[in-house]
């Protein structure tokens, strides 16, 4: 249950966060949408982890986690490694 509830405001707020960029690009959507984003795809990581113990979602959770990790070290950074 709180896997589809947290998948499904992910999507919501991806779309909502596209749709922003593709037409106004107003700063206070993404600063509102953001967070609830990010919010949401960790707690599918979360929820994903916890719902299954085989080893490929596993795999998988990690390296979605290794790439926001990342970007988030890139952003803070100036974009350089």
Do not use: D, K
């Not at 929820?47 to 990790?69: D, E, F, W």
């Amino acid at each position: 249950m709180l896997l589809r509830v947290a998948a499904r405001v992910e999507l919501v707020s991806l779309l909502v966060l596209l749709a922003n960029l593709a037409t106004v690009h107003a700063r206070a959507v993404a600063t509102l949408i953001g967070p609830l984003h990010g919010c949401a795809y960790l707690l599918v990581i979360g929820s994903t982890l916890a719902a299954t113990r085989r080893g490929r979602p596993r795999l998988v959770r990690r390296s979605a986690i290794c790439r926001v990790s990342h970007a988030s070290w890139r952003a803070r950074h100036g974009g350089s490694p």
